[in-house]
């Protein structure tokens, strides 16, 4: 009796060793230059602040400073409160939060509101008006510096936090209502419908049906506002002129100016310009797995 052996579909042969591929080994070393490109920079800054005044002109390149110094960080606290006393570390990081928080709050509910009226709801006029707000991508923030200058002074409301975070409510970062549209339309319009049938008005299927949806989207703009505001100085620099308000990017350009008379203390900037990029860098690490997971549906899809 002959016993006939049959194959079973899933299982799946091993994939064969694959070669030497020097196109595979060309991508790996341009990926290793680029991260090199990227990194060499920041590595720099870092040790540049944990040297002292006699470590930073010499030659030759230098990464591991010896012996490290941590405390520039606190020093450079010091000397600034030394130039004005009510630029304290606190005081300066709050108004930094503040303006950030409060702008990437705004932006966020706006671009939501805007996103939403352009994917879900059919009026007269919304693709051309879809397509403005999408030309207005290619004017130069310069342009309007002026005008907009002209009008917070108008209002009487120059050297406060007012041009800086209101209008964050009327959606001014059009990028982030195509990306916020473009994850609305990936959502099923059966969704809603079920709600409506259920009793639920807009408000409370936006509230609390699409939003819980389009939370990688949500994340990934709230990152990039507030980078975008964190990272803000033509902003503070324009319409704040007391010192104990600006922010931590304006401060250093302050500090800077103050000791522009003196030699050139590179560890003390280094160290105000290490604070700076940290926390960017760990909210882009916390969030990095929902961030590329928004840019790509809401970039893509649609």
């Known amino acids: 009796m002959t016993v006939v052996m049959q194959r079973d579909p899933l299982l799946v042969d091993p994939p064969a060793r694959r070669g030497f591929d020097p196109r595979r080994v060309v991508v790996y070393l341009l990926l290793i230059a680029g991260v090199a490109f990227i990194l060499i920079p920041f590595l720099w800054m870092v040790s540049t602040s944990l040297k002292t005044q006699d470590q930073l002109f010499v030659r030759g390149l230098n990464f591991i400073p010896n012996p490290a110094v941590p405390g520039n960080y606190l020093e450079v606290w010091n000397r600034l409160l030394s130039i ?6 606190w005081r300066i990081m709050g108004n930094t939060l503040f303006i950030t928080v409060l702008a990437m709050v705004g932006e966020i509910t706006s671009a939501s509101l805007v996103a939403y009226g ?15 707000m999408l030309a207005t ?22 050297d406060t936090y007012d041009p800086l975070t ?16 473009q994850f609305f339309m990936t959502i099923p319009r059966e969704i809603e ?24 989207i949500l994340l990934a703009i709230g990152v990039l506002a507030f980078q975008a505001n964190w990272n803000n100085f033509q902003g ?28 050139p203390q590179w ?23 929902q961030f590329i997971e928004g840019i790509n549906i809401g970039g893509v899809k649609g």
């Open 193 to 216: 419908e079920a709600a409506i049938m259920d009793g639920a008005n807009v408000i409370q299927v936006f509230v609390y049906i699409m939003l819980p949806l389009v939370k990688p």
């Open 118 to 132: 352009f994917s879900r709801f059919r009026w007269r006029g919304r693709d051309a008006l879809f397509a403005v």
């Open 166 to 181: 209101w209008p964050s409510l009327f959606a001014w970062g059009p990028l982030y209502v195509f990306l916020m549209r």
């Open 84 to 89: 004005n006393p009510q630029m304290t570390f």
């Open 236 to 263: 503070p620099l324009l319409y704040l002129s007391t010192p104990e308000k600006f922010p931590l990017a304006l401060a250093m350009r302050f500090f800077d100016q103050s000791l522009s008379k003196e030699a």
């Open 267 to 289: 560890q003390f900037m280094m160290s105000m310009a290490t604070m700076m990029a940290a926390p960017i860098l760990l909210l882009y690490f916390v969030a990095q797995k």
């Open 137 to 158: 991508i290619m004017i130069p923030g310069i342009v309007t510096r002026v005008p907009g200058f002209l009008i917070w002074r108008q209002l009487g409301l120059l």
